[in-house]
Nanobody
Framework: QVQLAESGGGLVQAGGSLRLSCAASGRIISRDTISWYRQAPDKKREWVATVASGLGPLYAESVKGRFAASRDNAKNAVTLQMDSLSPEDSGLYYC????????WGQGTQVTVSS
């Protein structure tokens, strides 16, 4: 059973950058579909990005051009580089493994101050 652990969140000023990591254990994820989602207080969880084997990364319109998802196979992880952050990007960021079922990590908090 794959387990996911997000890290890299924190407090950053608007315009700044953060790099999130989704590290997997229990399975090699180098060819698996992994997505990033986020959830702000009182809002529904929203999809942010997906990396899938054979496809380029896919992004939500709200983050396209600012965020970049990639694999770090040496660490059995997927990263999310987030640049030009705005307060609207604040929330709990989760990664998810898409297999026979969806497996979620615990999330990492991102707070962008204005």
């Amino acid at each position: 059973q794959v387990q996911l652990a997000e890290s890299g969140g924190g407090l950053v000023q608007a315009g700044g950058s953060l790099r999130l990591s989704c590290a997997a254990s229990g399975r090699i994820i180098s060819r698996d579909t992994i997505s990033w989602y986020r959830q702000a207080p009182d809002k529904k969880r929203e999809w942010v990005a997906t990396v899938a084997s054979g496809l380029g990364p896919l992004y939500a319109e709200s983050v396209k051009g600012r965020f970049a998802a990639s694999r770090d196979n040496a660490k059995n992880a997927v990263t999310l580089q987030m640049d030009s952050l705005s307060p609207e990007d604040s929330g709990l960021y989760y990664c998810a493994y898409h297999g026979d079922s969806v497996v979620w990590g615990q999330g990492t908090q991102v707070t962008v101050s204005s």
